[in-house]
């Protein structure tokens, strides 16, 4: 049974581009949420996606969007990269059921130079 | 929004059971408590979750005491591979804006 899978798992970029990142949720998993981890910090929520609708949205500003596909699967989008974007970032998913916890992919690493 | 804090570094030694308490004073009553363990460049690895009273699974156990406002993860007999972070988390993971980390407890585990 595959857990949390994303890619790709490494990616650099130059300021002001854009990006896509890709996760594939655990089997029979249905709620795909969203984070980014500085170096040396906690998982900060971005958003969370549940029947192809985001549904919670963190602090982030509008140039990280994303979108949920039929089959559970989700995207990441980063417009006008910053230098500050560059962090590791992680995918989760869960049932939407009471008390699932969540289940995290390895993550992305994103360097923005 | 349930705060979370627990301390920001252990030390252990081999074969010893370590205690992580976690704070959560303002939990509410649809909360739940979530441990997850994270190692260098990998996603958080699901520990254990719990309600009330206490939980035990083949690697942790978490003692919920019954007003709430704390917990304790114990690793029984901790190896070096238990070296990492360990997050604390109230809330109800369907609400991710409510769903937040803190900084972690960094266990260090000797040899």
Same mark, same amino acid.
């Given at each position: 049974d595959a857990g949390v899978t994303q890619s790709p798992t490494h990616l650099i970029k130059t300021r002001g581009q854009q990006v896509t990142l890709r996760c594939s949720p655990k089997s029979g998993h249905d709620t795909v949420s969203w984070y980014q981890q500085a170096l040396g910090q906690g998982p900060q929520f971005i958003f969370q996606y549940y029947e192809e609708e985001e549904r919670q949205r963190g602090n982030f500003p509008d140039r990280f969007s994303g979108h949920q596909f039929p089959n559970y699967s989700s995207e990441l989008n980063v417009n006008a =990269? =910053? =230098?500050? $974007?560059s962090a590791l970032y992680l995918c989760a998913s869960s049932r939407d059921h009471e008390g699932s916890p969540l289940h995290f992919g390895n993550g992305t690493r994103l360097t923005v130079t | 929004l349930a705060k979370t804090t627990q301390p920001i570094s252990m030390d252990s030694y081999e074969g010893q059971e370590v205690n992580i308490t976690c704070s959560h004073?303002?939990?509410? @009553?649809?909360d739940y408590i979530t441990w997850y363990q994270q190692f260098p460049s990998q996603g958080p690895r699901f520990i254990i979750q719990g309600y009330k009273t206490k939980v035990t699974n083949e690697v942790a156990s978490l003692f919920i005491p019954a007003d709430r406002k704390s917990s304790t993860l114990s690793l029984p007999r901790? +190896?070096? +591979? $238990? @070296?990492a972070v360990y997050y604390c988390l109230v809330g109800d993971r369907n609400y991710g804006q409510n769903f937040v980390f803190g900084p972690g407890t960094r266990l260090s585990v000797l040899p």
């Open positions: =990269l =910053l =230098l500050g $974007d | 004073n303002n939990i509410a @009553t649809n901790v +190896s070096l +591979s $238990d @070296t």
